[in-house]
């Protein structure tokens, strides 16, 4: 699986991005996906993510009621609308593919800057 991350930028305190993940290729399975961020000097943190089959979706508290995860699954693509940034929300953007238990395939990154 190949996953292709793109939307990021940079955007003021209060505004608004929407990322989006392409996948291609043909994994074994698909459990889930999700998208993850690491700001620097951070670990790596899981900010969403949505199960493939019943759209079961997770929010980190930082970003709950502003961010919003959903999925195509006719186009294989996931994103992520981003409301109310904040300038912590400053990272780069991971999208990931959970084939079972662990997410196993990684996009690029996409940055992510929010200024004030």
């Known amino acids: 699986v190949q996953l292709q991350a793109s939307g990021g930028g940079l955007v003021q305190a209060g505004g608004s991005l929407r990322l989006s993940c392409a996948a291609s290729g043909r994994p074994f399975s698909t459990y889930a996906r999700g998208w993850f961020r690491q700001a620097p000097g951070k670990e790596r943190e899981l900010v969403a993510s949505?199960?493939?089959?019943?759209?079961?979706?997770y929010y980190a508290d930082s970003v709950k009621g502003r961010f919003t995860i959903s999925r195509d699954n006719a186009k294989n693509t996931v994103d992520l609308q981003m409301n109310s940034l904040k300038l912590e929300d400053t990272a780069v953007y991971y999208c990931?593919?959970?084939?079972?238990?662990?997410?196993?395939?990684w996009g690029q990154g996409t940055l992510v800057t929010v200024s004030s």
């Open positions: 990931a593919h959970k084939s079972r238990s662990t997410y196993d395939y």
């Open positions: 949505i199960s493939w089959s019943g759209g079961i979706t």
